[in-house]
């Protein structure tokens, strides 16, 4: 018998890879924070001897989910400003508050709030777009969720930095700083084509190639942009960028609601990411991103929920299955985006565009032991036919019993083992009290 760290054993595991399998009655041996082994549960007990055996008989078992775009800070401003289109959104209510409040503090207890949402949400790993991003890097880092850290560029200042240049060079110290961090990772986090002039992008093309970094950016969200940047430049945002160097598998394009033919064959033969965000483009009504066209044209599209201003929650099993139904609405096919797509996208598609895909996004041996594990023995669970089906179309955030991170518990029957929740909601009332008051203070000026 050989010895190991720890073994989880379940009702169902669904790996993701190969696409559609369902394992009964199976186990995964975990040792040094990776899947050792996947086996038939009689034979693991047969076969390995743990230190700790977790027997989950009623759950499923699938690989964490990965969030790939959000903007993790900005919890502390969820349900700030509803019911608005994007431009009015972040010009008059977003950004003023973000000038008003945004500094280490406030990213500190935001991103804690945030990892806390995702991981009781069954999410591993975000990608994520904020100012002080070395703030959100500690906090994943101290909690132990996967971390890609968009090391942020905008044309304008910030009490995080006063230009261009002086992002990218505080965002390639913090690069530098924590690059041996197993848990993080990090992205080049340009905001979009109307706020990043020309000059700082040519050198983020050049500093990607060199570091082998992805290019994390909103592009083509709102026909508004695309029209505005067309009467500006004389060419679509997407052409313009490519024109600039920035295309190709480093890319990672956030949103692409307004798509052409041509640029949906430019994205697929240049190897760019794409990741929707279906439930923030239906908020701010921006479009429709159209997933089942760039699946079919071979596009790696993953799933991101963005922030909680715009959407308003982390919740990947919401965004899950809006992108399915919303998929087949708007391409009147039943068809469109099954389930098993709907949870590959919000998974290995994911690792995939965060150049990931070797250690995350999918249960198989080799790869880091980052698993969620879905209670589906509720009454509103029952029966179970197919658990995929019912992981997209039946079973919520709520169901998510247990998450691990590189083999280590972070949730345990719904408890987090590395937050204090006491205490963050302590947290968040000061926060709560504080932007309220503001709020007020603006409306009665
Ligand atoms: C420079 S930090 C990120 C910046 O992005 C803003 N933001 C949040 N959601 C969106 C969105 O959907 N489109 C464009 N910009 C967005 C956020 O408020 C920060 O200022
Ligand atoms: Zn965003």
Known sequence: MKHVEKMISARWIIPVEP?????????????????????????????????SHRRLDRHALIPGLINAHTHSPMTLLRGLADDLPLMDWLQNHIWPAEGRFVAEDFV??????????????????????????????????????????????????SRW????????????????????????SFCFAPHAPYTVSDAPLK?????????????????????????????????????????????????????MTQ????????????????????????????????????????????LGTDGTASNNDLDMFGEMRTAALLAKGVSGNAAALPAHTALRMATLNGARALGLADDIGSLVPGKQADI??????????????????????????????DVWVAGRPLLRDRQLTTIDEADLHRRIGIWQEKIARADHQTVAE
């Open 19 to 51: 696409d559609n399998q369902v394992l009964d009655h199976h186990t995964l041996v975990i040792h040094e924070g990776r899947i050792l082994d996947r086996l038939p549960t009689a034979e693991a007990e047969r076969r390995y001897q743990a230190d």
């Open 108 to 157: 500190h207890d935001g991103s804690l709030l945030a990892a806390a949402e995702m991981l009781r949400g069954g999410t591993t790993c975000f990608n994520d777009m904020y100012f002080f991003p070395e703030t959100t890097a500690l906090v994943a880092s101290q909690v132990g969720i996967r971390a890609a850290i968009g090391l942020i560029v905008i044309d304008f200042p």
């Open 161 to 184: 930095a006063a230009n261009g240049d002086e992002y990218i060079a505080k965002g390639l110290e913090i690069h530098d700083r924590h690059k041996g961090n197993a848990l993080l």
């Open 203 to 255: 050198r983020l093309v050049t500093l990607a190639n060199q570091l082998d970094l992805p290019i994390h950016m909103h592009i083509h969200e709102t026909a508004h942009e695309v029209n505005e940047a067309t009467a500006r430049f004389g060419v679509r945002p997407l052409e313009r960028l490519a024109g600039l160097g920035l295309s190709g598998h480093h890319l990672m394009a956030i949103h």
């Open 259 to 302: 798509l052409q033919p041509a640029e949906i064959t430019h994205l697929a033969q240049a190897g760019t990411h794409v990741v929707h965000c279906p439930e923030s483009n239906l908020k701010l009504a921006s479009g429709f991103c159209p997933v089942q066209t760039l699946l079919e044209a071979g596009v790696n599209v993953a």
């Open 372 to 401: 969620t594990a879905v209670f589906m023995d509720d009454l509103e669970c029952r029966p179970v036919y197919d658990p995929v089906s019912h992981l997209i179309y039946t079973c919520g955030r709520h169901q998510v019993s």
